[in-house]
């Protein structure tokens, strides 16, 4: 259900289960003029919030502090996440949409920043109900750390790491094989190289990991719209 958001896709006939169960959602997402899309990883990573490429989504991702890490990507080859969805990726649009990666499957704490996710989001649009209790986790005051991702790499053939990569690491030199598809060497595009989701689910179409590079957090702006 992660990667059927658009028109095309959701008005196909017939339905695969995850189209239908995305169409039953498309009306509350429609309507929506924020949106916040909860996910988890594969990994115990920490928290990060997936930003996309527009300013109006980095400075909401800056001044909300869902997670101290923002990162500026432009999605996924395999298809286009609820976040990426109608006037959420139009740059004429005052929608403005994050995803937030929680942590690893299944795990309580994953959970919980979930929660602490949503109430901070509607704390800061002015929407939170009186009295409402946020779970014991520490979110920053506003996010500090942004990275741009530079490389995706779609898997073509078989791909298989060189290093044990679990994200979060910065390889300091350009040319570093991380990798290999189909024989052919994957290596960093740039020195200071940021790891991102390497995925354990490495088949032809899908994105094995994501490169990229620290850069400066956007200015303080109002509330996007």
Partial sequence: MNRVWSAAILDATPRSGDV??????????????????????????????????????????RMTGLADLVVVD??????????DYDGFADPGSAKTALLIECGQHWAATSAEVAYA???R??????????GLQAPNVSLPDEASRFVEITMPVTIKHEFVFALPLRGGEIIPHAG?????????PVV??????????PSQRLWAGLTAVRLGRLIAPPQRTALPG
Avoid: K, W
Wanted: with cysteine.
């Fill in 188 to 197: 960093t595009p740039h020195d200071d190289c940021f790891v991102l989701m």
């Fill in 74 to 83: 432009r999605g996924h080859a395999q298809g286009p996440r609820m976040r």
């Fill in 176 to 184: 570093t094989v991380i990798g290999y598809d189909g024989g052919e």
């Fill in 121 to 130: 989001i509607m704390e800061r649009l002015e929407m939170a109900p009186a």
């Fill in 117 to 119: 996710a949503c109430i």
């Fill in 20 to 61: 239908a169960r995305a169409a039953a959602l498309r009306p509350f997402v429609e309507r929506a003029d924020y949106l916040l899309d909860l996910h988890t990883t594969q990994h115990p990573n920490e928290p990060l919030v997936l930003a996309g490429p527009l300013l109006r989504s980095r400075e909401f991702a």
